[in-house]
């Protein structure tokens, strides 16, 4: 168990249709960072949330959005899904002043639109 | 823009012998390079990691060497054993100290030891 709570882990939903990802950091981590790895790609580097607020973007749809909440998880929504958007969503966090060592993962949540 | 380049899709190794991971960049603002290994179900997890004021670092069985000049690095492991296989992500950034820092990752490099 790395710290990082993502749920669901699994979710199956229709073409169109809008979903919410869920993501609880570790302990005392005020980064949040979403991640997507399709079939064939690495991972690619949504958004990240530091303390409730957007701190960088990344390639991520106008489809797709996301918040911090005071408790500190965050949320990824992703709606009018397409096939295309069919893959592995990661979570991140880390916490300052533990730098590059303090970035981890949660298991991620496989989405797969039909 | 693939910015990180693992130009190897899959590798194969017998048990006991050298697993050589080639990762190469493009964004001469990285200076920060780490590698993650992911299994089947689960999240990437931290490996190793090379700043770019050095050019090897290593760890028990795992070393990472960095070539500046060529925009390319290695991960060596020695030896390989089964529970090594796994995906293997490259990644890189302009680590500037803090927590607000964005990893560019390379597609993954599967490794498969063989006993």
């Not at chain 2, 960095?66 to 390319?72: D, E, F, G, I």
């Not at chain 2, 992500?89 to 498969?112: D, I, M, Q, V, W």
């Amino acid at each position: 168990d790395s710290g990082v709570t993502q749920t669901p882990k699994h979710l199956i939903t229709a073409t169109g249709q809008r979903v919410t990802l869920r993501c609880s950091p570790r302990s005392g981590d005020l980064s949040v960072y979403w991640y997507q790895q399709s079939l064939d790609q690495g991972l690619q580097f949504l958004i990240q949330y530091y303390n409730g607020e957007e701190r960088a973007k990344g390639n991520i749809l106008e489809r797709f959005s996301a918040q911090q909440f005071p408790d500190l998880h965050s949320e990824l929504n992703l709606s009018s899904l397409e096939l295309g958007d069919s893959a592995l969503y990661f979570c991140a966090s880390s916490a300052t002043g533990q730098g590059i060592y303090g970035y981890t993962f949660g298991s991620g949540t496989r989405l797969t639109v039909v | 823009d693939q910015q990180v380049k693992q130009n190897s899709p899959s590798l194969s190794v017998q048990e006991g012998r050298i697993s050589i991971l080639n990762c190469d960049y493009t964004n001469s603002m990285f200076d920060y390079f780490l590698w993650y290994k992911k299994y089947p179900a689960e999240g990437p997890t931290f490996l190793i990691s090379i700043s770019s004021i050095k050019d090897k670092n290593e760890d028990g069985r795992f070393t990472v060497f960095l070539n500046k000049s060529a925009k390319h690095l290695s991960l060596h492991i020695v030896p390989s054993q089964p529970g090594d296989s796994a995906v293997y992500f490259c990644a890189a950034t302009p680590y500037s100290g803090g927590s607000n820092y964005k990893l560019t990752f390379g597609k993954g490099t599967l490794l498969t030891v063989n006993p």
